[in-house]
């Protein structure tokens, strides 16, 4: 069995991508040390850079996932900025932002950064499309889940099963995958 160590300290985004890679016939290993974080407007190059980063600190193959939340009416904040929105602000600061917004479109984005020691990193995006939601709904998932609404069903509605099926992870997990092989 392929084994790949994952850096991150989110437990979230931990199970849904063993659940996901386990399914593919790959181990995933936790490692979380963590990477420094570029500041940029696009989530690529913070991934590109974290994985090369924790592939010459740890001295083997590592995967990274930066993701956010793009919304619309608010020219794509938090978008980089997720992590520390949702931690310094968190959900209902969001929706408050969004009170009067009639345009409620947002992406999810995951960016999944690859690097072999010594060679250069590869990234790749999955996006999944939705609204944002009048209130929170559901408490499966983690972060924005419970705001972010898919069909009608929140991504904190619909369980890890279902929301690993459609997910922004899901999108750009196959797409790493596909080059693995
Ligand atoms: O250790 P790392 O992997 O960096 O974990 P993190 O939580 O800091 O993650 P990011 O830097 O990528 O910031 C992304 C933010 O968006 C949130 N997020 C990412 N993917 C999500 C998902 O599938 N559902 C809900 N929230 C998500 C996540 O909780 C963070 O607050
Ligand atoms: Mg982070």
């Not at 972010?148 to 619909?158: A, H, P, R, S």
């Amino acid at each position: 069995m392929r084994k790949i160590v994952f850096v991150t300290r989110n437990k979230g985004k931990l199970r849904e991508a063993m659940d996901i890679l386990t399914s593919k016939g790959i181990e995933v290993i936790q490692n979380s040390d963590g990477y420094p974080e570029l500041q940029e407007d696009e989530l690529e190059p913070i991934a590109a850079y974290g994985a090369s980063w924790a592939a010459g600190k740890l001295g083997m193959p590592v995967m990274v996932d930066d993701s956010g939340l793009f919304i619309k009416a608010l020219n794509g904040f938090p978008g980089p900025y997720s992590a520390f929105v949702e931690e310094h602000l968190g959900n209902g600061r969001v929706l408050k932002l969004m009170e009067d917004e009639k345009d409620r479109t947002a992406v999810f984005r995951s960016v999944i950064g690859y690097c072999e020691p010594g060679k250069e990193p590869v990234v790749f995006t999955g996006t999944v499309e939705g609204t944002i939601a009048l209130e929170e709904r559901g408490t499966g998932g983690f972060g924005y889940d419970p705001i972010f609404d898919y069909n009608g069903k929140t991504f904190g509605e619909l369980g890890d099963e279902e929301k690993n099926k459609v997910s922004h992870r899901r999108r750009a997990l196959d797409k790493f995958c596909e080059w693995l092989d």
